[in-house]
C-alpha cells in the first residue's frame, strides 16, 4: 500500500529540521528542537480536533506517546545539553551533530507511529538503532564506544532476522507486496500456503523485533547502552523504541493470525516476557548505578508489556496503556538521573551519589516519586496499567500459571529496587559531601511537569483523550489476535 503523504510528512520536517540542525551556525542550531516541539504540539492540536488521521486508534495511541515524551526530552535536552558540554567539553561541531542525530532520532520514532508497511516499519526501527547508536558514543568515552559498539552488533543482527523473519511470513501467505501492511482486511489464501513456515518467518521475526526492544534473552546490550547515553537518549529508548519494536511484531503476528494457531504466536510473547522479568528480578538488587538500575527496570517493564501483548484480552488493552505510564516514568527517572549525575559528577551510590534528599532535595524528591511509580504502588500511573494486564492473564486458563510467576517476580523486583534506593537518597556520604547543590530549575521544569503526569496519567490518560481511548479498546476488543 502507498503511504499517504500526511504519513510522509511529520517524518519529513523532522528530518529538515535535522538537516538544518548539523548546517547550519550554531546559533541557529539551538532553534531546530525548538520548531520540532512545536511542530509535535500542533501535530497533536490537529489530531485532536480532526485535521490529521492515522491508520487506526492503535497507531494515533502510539504516536500520542511518541509526540509528548519527544517534546519533553527536547525540552530537558537543552539545559542538559549545555551542562553536559560544558563538563565534557564538548566542540560546537559535536553540539550540532548531537542535535541533529537527535532529531533523526525522533523522526524514526514518529515514522514506527505513523507508517503501515511492514518494509518501512522495518527501515524506521532500523533507523531508530542506527541513530541511537551514534547517540549512545556521544560522550566519546571508552565505556561509551564499547556500549555503542556492543549495541550495533547484537541489534543489527536482530534487525536482519526481522527483515528474513517478515519476508518468509508475508511471502509465504502470499500477499503482494503492496499488500505488507495491516490495514488491508484482504485474507489471501492460495494452495501453496504452509503454516510451518509462516510459523518460522514469525518466530524469526519475533526474534529480531526482540533484539530491538531489548526483550531478554537479547537484553544484552540494553544496560550498557542506557547507562552510557545523555539522558534524553536513554528515555527515548526505553520510553518509545523499544516498545516500537515490540508493537510491529504485534501488528506482524495480527497479519499472520488467519494462517497459523493465534495461540502459538501469543506463545512467544509470553515466554520472553517472562525471561524479561527474570532477568530483571535477577540483576536489580545489585545495581549501583542509577542508570543502569533503570536500564534493567526498561527490561522489566518491556516484558510486561509482552506479557498483556501476549495474553490478549483486557490484558492487551493494560499493555497500550502501559506503554504510555511506562514511558512517562521512565522518561521522569531518565532524566533525573542525568540531572544527578550532572550535579553529583556521577549517578553512581558508591561514588558519591548519596544523601540526595538533603544535598538536592527536588531532584531527591522527583527520584522517590518516580521510583514508587515504576515500582506499580498506587495511585500512580503505572499501577493502573500493570493491574489490567495481570487481571486478563486470569482470564484465561492457560494464562494463570506464567501471570502467577509473574506477580512472584514482579514482588522480586520491588524488593530489589526498594533495597537499593536508600543508597541515593538518604544514606550518607563522606562529611565533605553533604553541602547542598544548586539544582538548576532549567533541568527541574521539565521533570516536574511529567511528575504531575506520572501522579495522574494512569487514571487521567483516558479521559484526556476520551474519544481515541474509546476507540482504541473497541479496536483492541474487536479484532484480538
Known sequence: MMMTSSLWLPVAVLLVLAGLAMVLPKAFTIWMPRIAMAFLVASLVALAIGQWRLADAMSTWFYVVVAVVSIFALWFSEPYVKLEAEHLRWTVAD???????????IASLVAVAVWVNFFWLWLGIETATLSSVFLVATPKSRGAIEASWKYLI???????????????????TGRPFDQWNFVSTVVFVHSGVSGRWILIGAYMALIGYATKAGLAPFHTWLPDAHSEAPAPVSALLSGLKLAGAILIVYRLFDVLAPYVPPSRLKDGLIILGLLSLVVAAGFVAFQSDLKRLWAYSSIEHI???????GFGGIALVGALLHIWTHATSKTLLFQNAGTVRLLYHTSQSTQGAKAL????????GMLALGTAAIVGLPPFAPFWSEWLILVGGFQTASHRLPDI????????IFSGIALRMPSWLWVPGKKDHLQKIKEPWTLL????VLAILVIGGGIGAPFMVHPLWHHLVLELMKNPI
Not at 534528599?357 to 531527591?364: D, F, K, N
Open 154 to 172: 547484537v541489534t543489527e543482527a536482530g534487525g536482519l532476522a526481522a527483515l528474513v523473519g517478515m519476508v518468509i511470513a508475508l511471502t509465504v
Open 405 to 412: 510467576i509473574a506477580i512472584v517476580l514482579l514482588v522480586i
Open 303 to 309: 516484558g510486561l508489556i509482552s506479557l498483556g501483548l
Open 95 to 105: 553540539v550540532k551533530r548531537y542535535t541533529g542525530i537527535l532529531l533523526i532520532f
Open 445 to 448: 521544569a521539565p521533570n516536574l
Open 357 to 364: 534528599l538533603q544535598r538536592t532535595p527536588w531532584t531527591a
